[in-house]
């Protein structure tokens, strides 16, 4: 069975500094990750994936994702946080690239000017 | 193009209650699924199809039904609403031409059973 971890609930950042949300993730086989932000009272929007290749995945926003097989790990970042990074941000994974999502918790992002 | 809609926005039932939500694409996506999220929870698959005709089971099935009729349209019923079932209701679509495409969302039902 494919799972997900996310394991801080809130994640605070100043303004202009550099944000992490992290995660985790257990598949058989390869792979295929996924970021999406929620703002509120929105949809989920595609942030960015990895499905194969380069370690270090760049997606919308200035945002980007590296992907560590060793650690299993999918760990979003972004070098200089905005206000309006704010969010709610959820990983998922697809076990075989066109299967239904499975999610995360999801991890509040709290950028403070 | 219109993406990925949902009505209603917002439900009230009462428990016991019946009701359909609806979810239409305007993509030509062959996948489409429904999640409910609830706080702490992240999203918890409903059901799925992966083409007309064809459904299945996700994490969190009962209580709900789905058919899938045309490639545009995949309603989620609910026979007999229940407390439980007071939750966000979002439906998303994806291609199957290519592998590994983003899965796109709607804007969410927000549905509360009393």
């Known amino acids: 069975a494919q799972s997900v971890a996310q394991p801080e609930d809130q994640v605070n950042v100043a303004e202009g500094n550099p944000l992490t949300v992290k995660c985790t993730y257990s598949v058989s086989g390869n792979p295929y990750l996924f970021w999406y932000v929620q703002y509120p009272n929105r949809g989920l929007q595609f942030l960015l994936k990895?499905?194969?290749?380069?370690?270090l995945v760049k997606g919308s926003y200035g945002f980007e994702a590296e992907f560590n097989k060793s650690q299993t790990s999918f760990h979003l970042k972004k070098p200089s946080a905005l206000v309006s990074d704010s969010a709610l941000y959820f990983c998922a994974v697809s076990q075989w690239g066109n299967t239904p999502l499975v999610f995360g918790k999801g991890t509040r992002l709290s950028v403070i000017a | 193009n219109a993406g990925v809609t949902q009505t209603p926005k917002f439900q009230v039932l009462k428990t016991g209650q019946s009701m359909t939500l609806q979810c239409a694409q305007d993509m030509n996506h062959e996948y489409m699924s429904w999640y409910r999220q609830d706080p702490g929870m992240g999203l918890r698959l409903i059901h799925y199809s992966v083409g007309a005709g064809i459904t299945d089971q996700g994490e969190v099935p009962n209580g709900y039904n789905v058919s899938r009729s045309t490639t545009e349209d995949f309603p989620l019923r609910l026979l007999s609403a229940a407390p439980s079932q007071t939750s966000v209701y979002f439906c998303?679509?994806?291609?199957?031409?290519?592998?590994?495409?983003?899965?796109?969302f709607g804007p969410g039902t927000r549905l509360t059973v009393l």
């Open positions: 990895y499905i194969t290749g380069d370690n």
């Open positions: 998303a679509s994806w291609s199957g031409r290519d592998l590994y495409n983003e899965q796109f």
